[in-house]
């Protein structure tokens, strides 16, 4: 059963913006504190931005001012829009729950930042 699906990325020049998008078919969405996470070429995955169940959000600081991450407890979806991108924001780009992830993780979609 495919538990995430993410999309929404794509090649854009340094500055612009990307909205990501993450469909959780498989899970009881409500229940969960969400997060969005990347892997750069060469890099571990980490944890990019967070939403609890109750809307309270957190960032990594490189993304602060830059990304907001949302949720829509009804479509059981979260989003990440994301402006003013940088070329060190270049990676794959996955949703999962925070702290702990289920055991899958869906494909991720890809986000190149280069001129």
């Known amino acids: 059963q495919v538990q995430l699906v993410e999309s929404g990325g794509g090649l854009v020049q340094p500055g612009g913006s990307l909205r990501l998008s993450c469909a959780t078919p498989g899970i009881s969405f409500s229940i969960y504190n969400m997060g969005w996470y990347r892997q750069a070429p060469g890099k571990q995955r980490e944890l990019v931005a967070s939403i609890t169940r109750r809307d309270s959000t957190n960032y990594i600081d490189s993304v602060k001012g830059r990304f907001t991450i949302s949720r829509d407890n009804a479509k059981k979806t979260i989003s990440l829009q994301m402006h003013s991108l940088k070329p060190d924001d270049t990676a794959v780009y996955y949703c999962?729950?925070?702290?702990?992830?289920?055991?899958?993780w869906g494909q991720g979609t890809q986000v190149i930042v280069s001129s």
């Open positions: 999962n729950t925070y702290p702990g992830r289920l055991d899958s």
